[in-house]
């Protein structure tokens, strides 16, 4: 049985938090209303979770980038290893292709779906991209309408925050 692990950290956008193992990041959740409902959206794919105190150096790391990050300052923070387990392979090709985008760049919906072979696929781009259990990491939002609307993004602050960020 895999063990998890998660930590609340404050950012400029409120208390984030990030939760993972042995295989990697297993979710990141953005500040809640307060720190019981981040929790329990972290728990959502590590159930059994445990909150820790002292992360390991990669933790620290991303923490470090998603303040910065959070703070103007452009960040990859593609380096991070995510644990992907129990991720359709539909949504794992999304992940793989949005991990993808750069700092300062901006893909549409249609452009990913066009990327995986049909263009057609774009609401199901869009669909798997609202399961992203690594928000920030694997940036949704860089992700974008096809006439460059801030649509679609399910974190708290929806379209004002995917604008901000």
């Known amino acids: 049985m895999a063990v998890y692990s998660y930590l609340l950290f404050d950012t400029a956008l409120g208390r984030c938090g990030l939760c993972w193992g042995e295989a990697g ?3 990141v959740s953005f500040a809640h209303a307060n720190e019981a409902a981040t929790v329990a959206h972290l728990k959502k794919r590590a159930r059994d979770a445990v909150e820790t105190e002292i992360p390991p150096s990669q933790i620290t790391r991303l923490i470090e980038d998603t303040n910065a990050l959070f ?23 999304v992940i793989e292709l949005t991990k993808q ?46 006439n460059g609307a801030m649509t679609g993004f399910s974190a ?10």
Do not use: W
Not at 71 to 81: I, T, V
């Open 71 to 93: 703070a103007g300052d452009k960040r990859d923070l593609s380096y991070a290893a995510l644990d992907t387990d129990g991720i359709e392979p539909f949504g794992l090709s």
């Open 101 to 146: 985008i750069g700092p300062g760049e901006l893909k549409t919906y249609g452009d990913l779906a066009r990327m995986l072979g049909d263009v057609g696929h774009a609401r199901r781009v869009g669909q798997a991209l609202g399961r992203n259990p690594f928000p920030i990491v694997v940036p949704c939002h860089r992700v974008v309408g096809a």
């Open 25 to 27: 990041l297993r979710a």
């Open 156 to 165: 708290p602050g929806g379209a004002v925050l995917k604008r901000r960020l």
